[in-house]
């Protein structure tokens, strides 16, 4: 297998670490415009190699997409990250750019890759893949649902003072401070629904916080978060190259799910060697559902901006 990150910046080399300590791959290239950063931060893992034990051969560069040639996975990564007191969609005018030459870039010489699209807008940037590679839509993947349903457990576990790894919850819609809906009535604490042991203002709390989780740490670390994004990135990249068929929220192309059309957004779905190969139909209650559809809305309106650019 052969994995390519786009973009050598914090999301990108934490999701390239992660690939590579879990020898996710047999080859790992890592390419980025800033001269030197993807070729010195694949030297550098490469230096864990012989700590850590693991085989895959990392090797980067600033501009030789050909050194991509036959990826089986491609993550892209690069772009703007926001600052402090900016959202997610103001990075549409320079991502959208960046993103769009990428892609072509990397089809190229990976017309097979499937693509998982990390940088922001996502659920924008997920369409703007989409749209403009002519790739099959089961083969284009947004990384955000996984991330927010991550953060969703955490704040969780911390309410309810248990091991993260005993929840299920999971996290749909747009991958925005105000667009994403952590399904709390889904959540469960091994098989027993969160609800019964949280008090409705507990429960309120905990979405609310889930919801702006990127834009708390923007605004502790001055820039946005690498660790909690590098690791689900590298999940999705496990279960699709290990065929694995894992449920996860992702981005991805709706043809009628969900009740909408013409628009990448935040379901859950089945990972595995095929890209994602099976949208999973949750029955939502009209509330939920009503918060789904408004969430589309705002990323179709994001996604008109693409036509202005
Ligand atoms: N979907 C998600 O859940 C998450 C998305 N993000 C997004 O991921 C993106 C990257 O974030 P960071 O890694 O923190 O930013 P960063 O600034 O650390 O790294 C971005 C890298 O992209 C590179 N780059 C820019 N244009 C390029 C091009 N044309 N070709 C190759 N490389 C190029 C830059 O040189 C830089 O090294 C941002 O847009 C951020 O908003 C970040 C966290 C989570
Ligand atoms: O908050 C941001 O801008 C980066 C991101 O998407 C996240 O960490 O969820």
Redesign the pocket.
Known sequence: MKVTV????????TTADNIARRELCEELVL????EG?AEGKALDMTQTAALLGFDTKITGST?DYSKTKGSDVVVI??????KPGMT?EE?IGT?AN?VK??TQNILQYSPDAIIV????P?DTMTYLTLQSSGVAKNKII???GI??SARFKCYLSMALNCSPNDLNAIVIGG?GDTTMIPLIRYATWNSVPVTEFLSAEQQQKIVADTMVG?ATLTKLIG????YA?GA?GAALVESIVRDEKKLFSCCVSLDGEYGQKDICLGVPVVLGKNGWEKIVDYKLNGDEQAAFNKSADAVRNMNDVLKML
């Open positions: 786009v973009g050598a910046g914090a999301v990108g080399a390419l980025d415009i800033k950063l501009s990564t690069s772009g703007l990250p926001r997610r990075l991502n960046i030459g990428v699209v990390i940088s922001n996502m947004g990384m955000g991330l927010d991958h990127g820039t946005s978060a690498w994004p689900a």
